[in-house]
């Protein structure tokens, strides 16, 4: 069934430098989705323990896209938490499809259309791919990293900033819990767990910031420390 209501979430911790290109990519990827059908698109930046100008940056970047807008702030410093905030926001909204990103990643612009092209073939989990921006890393860090990290349909991955669920399976699975790191992995083994149907794929591979010292230390930026240092 294809959803006539998404709603995007992204935690955000300390990220005005990164908020702006992100909601461009996002709002690109609605604009396509709206364009193959009527369909209302719901974002929720979530502001978790921001010191810097985080909210700001989303609320000038998100009214200049035309998008819809929810900024929600927590104390919570965790990024299970965020998520689990920004998507009961949208299942409140009435969502029945959440698409999942990070503050330092940009998503394709088929993101969106992609994710409801195969919801409507009957899944109800789909894992996308994540790639380093290679601008902040050298040729020869992005090569290891490449030589290391499939890129393929049935990869093995599960990540956070490139990560989509009907909110029954995502209900049916208890939901993302308070964890600091792997709250994106642990949900993806119980919906999977439930019998929902899942696919993993690279049609819609985000690119990511490739820093090393990123927000979450056992996500993705430690990912990249380990392997490259």
């Known amino acids: 069934m294809t959803p006539r209501h998404t709603g995007v979430v992204i935690p955000a911790r300390n990220e005005e430098g990164f908020l702006p290109r992100c909601l461009a990519a996002v709002a690109a990827a609605v604009k396509n989705v709206e364009a193959a059908g009527p369909v209302r698109v719901s974002v929720a930046?979530?502001?978790?323990?921001?010191?810097?100008?985080?909210?700001?940056?989303?609320?000038?970047?998100?009214?200049?896209?035309?998008?819809?807008?929810?900024l929600l702030e927590t104390a919570a410093g965790n990024v299970g938490a965020a998520?689990?905030?920004?998507?009961?926001?949208?299942?409140?909204?009435?969502?029945?499809?959440?698409?999942?990103?990070?503050?330092?990643?940009?998503?394709?612009?088929?993101?969106l259309l992609m994710q409801h092209q195969l919801a409507e073939a009957g899944y109800g989990l789909i894992l996308g791919t994540v790639v380093p921006d290679a601008a902040d890393l050298t040729a020869e860090h992005l090569s290891i990293w490449h030589s290391r990290h499939e890129l393929?349909?049935?990869?093995?991955?599960?990540?956070?900033?490139?990560?989509?669920?009907?909110?029954?399976?995502?209900?049916?699975?208890?939901?993302?819990t308070a964890?600091?790191?792997?709250?994106?992995?642990?949900?993806?083994?119980?919906?999977?767990?439930?019998?929902?149907?899942?696919?993993?794929?690279?049609?819609?591979?985000?690119?990511?910031?490739?820093?090393?010292?990123g927000r979450t230390p056992e996500g993705f930026s430690g990912f990249l420390r380990q392997l490259l240092n």
């Not at 985080?54 to 819809?68: H, K, T």
């Not at 689990?84 to 998503?107: E, F, H, K, P």
């Open 83 to 111: 998520r689990a905030l920004g998507v009961d926001a949208m299942l409140r909204l009435g969502a029945g499809w959440i698409a999942n990103t990070d503050a330092d990643t940009v998503v394709p612009g088929n993101w």
């Open 45 to 70: 930046v979530v502001l978790d323990s921001c010191t810097d100008g985080s909210a700001e940056a989303a609320a000038q970047a998100g009214a200049g896209l035309g998008l819809e807008l929810h």
């Open 152 to 176: 393929s349909e049935g990869h093995p991955h599960v990540h956070g900033a490139n990560l989509g669920f009907s909110a029954a399976a995502y209900t049916a699975a208890g939901g993302f």
């Open 179 to 213: 964890r600091a790191a792997h709250e994106d992995v642990q949900l993806a083994e119980r919906i999977k767990a439930a019998g929902t149907a899942w696919i993993a794929t690279d049609w819609i591979r985000a690119v990511t910031s490739g820093r090393r010292d």
